[in-house]
Nanobody
Framework: QVQLVESGGGLVQAGGSLRLSCAAS????????MGWFRQAPGKDREFVAA???????VYATSMKGRFTISRDNAKNTVFLQMNSLKPEDRAVYYC?????????????????WGQGTQVTVSS
C-alpha cells in the first residue's frame, strides 16, 4: 500500500488559481500511476486528471486547458495546478494511486486513496 496525503486546498475567488499537492509514502512512487478525482456536494466522484508512470497525462474533457497534472518522482509528489477556477469547481479533491497503467479515468483502477482536500470557489 501507498499512503497519500493531499494539501493545498482552500478558498479562492472565481478566476483564481490553486495548486494541490499529494505526497506519497510507503512504496516506490515511480511505480504508480497517479490520478486526481473530485466530488462536489450531492454528486458522484468524478475523474479530473491522471499521470502515468511514463509521465503521459490524461484529462477529463471539461478540465483540459485549465488544469495541469504533474509529478515529481524525486519528491514522491503529484500536483494539480488549477487555473481559471469556477464556482462549479468547488469539491473535495482526492489523490489516488494505482500500479495499473490503463483506464486511469475509472475509480475502480485505483487501490490507494487520500483523504481529500476541500476546494471552494467564490463567485
Amino acid at each position: 500500500q501507498v499512503q497519500l496525503v493531499e494539501s493545498g486546498g482552500g478558498l479562492v475567488q472565481a478566476g483564481g488559481s490553486l495548486r494541490l499537492s499529494c505526497a506519497a509514502s510507503g512504496r516506490t512512487f515511480s511505480n504508480y500511476a497517479m490520478g486526481w478525482f473530485r466530488q462536489a456536494p450531492g454528486k458522484d466522484r468524478e475523474f479530473v486528471a491522471a499521470a502515468t508512470r511514463s509521465l503521459t497525462t490524461v484529462y477529463a474533457t471539461s478540465m483540459k486547458g485549465r488544469f495541469t497534472i504533474s509529478r515529481d518522482n524525486a519528491k514522491n509528489t503529484v500536483f494539480l495546478q488549477m487555473n481559471s477556477l469556477k464556482p462549479e469547481d468547488r469539491a473535495v479533491y482526492y489523490c489516488a494511486a494505482t500500479e495499473k497503467s490503463y483506464a486511469l479515468a475509472f475509480q475502480r483502477q485505483y487501490d490507494n486513496w487520500g483523504q481529500g482536500t476541500q476546494v471552494t470557489v467564490s463567485s
